[in-house]
T-cell receptor, first 110, second 116 residues
Framework: GENVEQHPSTLSVQEGDSAVIKCTYS??????FPWYKQELGKRPQLIID?????GEKKDQRIAVTLNKTAKHFSLHITETQPEDSAVYFC?????????FGAGTQVVVTP | ETGVTQTPRHLVMGMTNKKSLKCEQH?????MYWYKQSAKKPLELMFV???????ENNSVPSRFSPECPNSSHLFLHLHTLQPEDSALYLC???????????????FGQGTRLTVV
């Protein structure tokens, strides 16, 4: 089955700096890669996603890149703000079977 | 109410009890999931229902029994649980567009389960 690894497990950044989270997956059949943000005590929320026919996608300060050959994808957050502090999860889906990474605790310090 | 709603939000049960978790989605999706979220562990996929048929049972112990009577409702029946089953149980829904498989899952608020 699919195995998703996510790094780093914790990430501390200064406000205004960029944050990068990286994930690798094992199943070459995976074709959909969503990212979720989970604030303390709240549900995971979809923030951006990318399909396997696209190499990069951007939405304001958030971007995701996908390298199918290397089986890795990354989340980039630019100009970080305190409200970006949360746990971020990557996931890989192969026809409906979402497997999640272990999560990255992002802390943005003023 | 819109989105994905779960009840109850909190549940404390003894190991000999039987209880059920309920999930309802108002997004018109045709796939629903149960996930288990434990501290410092990845979200664990438990069950997937697509078009009301179970398509995934991820080696979950039989003390967890899912039920999907229709595409809007999902239940998780619990019996003779163990303390290690204490966790946040998240329901999610998604849309299976067949061309690309399922789209992003939308989560409910979760049920915080404590087994004593």
């Amino acid at each position: 089955g699919e195995n998703v690894e996510q790094h780093p497990s914790t990430l501390s950044v200064q406000e205004g700096d960029s944050a990068v989270i990286k994930c690798t997956y094992s199943d070459s059949a995976s074709n959909y890669f969503p990212w979720y943000k989970q604030e303390l005590g709240k549900r995971p929320q979809l923030i951006i996603d990318i399909r396997s026919n696209v190499g990069e996608k951007k939405d304001q300060r958030i971007a995701v890149t996908l390298n199918k050959t290397a089986k890795h994808f990354s989340l980039h957050i630019t100009e970080t703000q305190p409200e970006d502090s949360a746990v971020y999860f990557c996931a890989a889906s192969s026809w409906g079977k979402f497997q999640f990474g272990a999560g990255t605790q992002v802390v943005v310090t003023p | 109410e819109t989105g994905v709603t779960q009840t109850p939000r909190h549940l404390v049960m003894g190991m000999t009890n039987k209880k059920s978790l309920k999930c309802e989605q108002h997004l018109g999706h045709n796939a629903m999931y149960w996930y288990k979220q434990s501290a410092k562990k990845p979200l664990e996929l438990m069950f997937v229902y697509s078009l009301e048929e179970r398509v995934e049972n991820n080696s979950v112990p039989s003390r967890f029994s899912p039920e999907c009577p229709n595409s809007s409702h999902l239940f998780l029946h619990l019996h003779t649980l163990q303390p290690e089953d204490s966790a946040l149980y998240l329901c999610a829904s998604s849309q299976d567009d067949r061309a690309w498989g399922l789209t992003g899952a939308f989560f409910g608020q979760g049920t915080r389960l404590t087994v004593v």
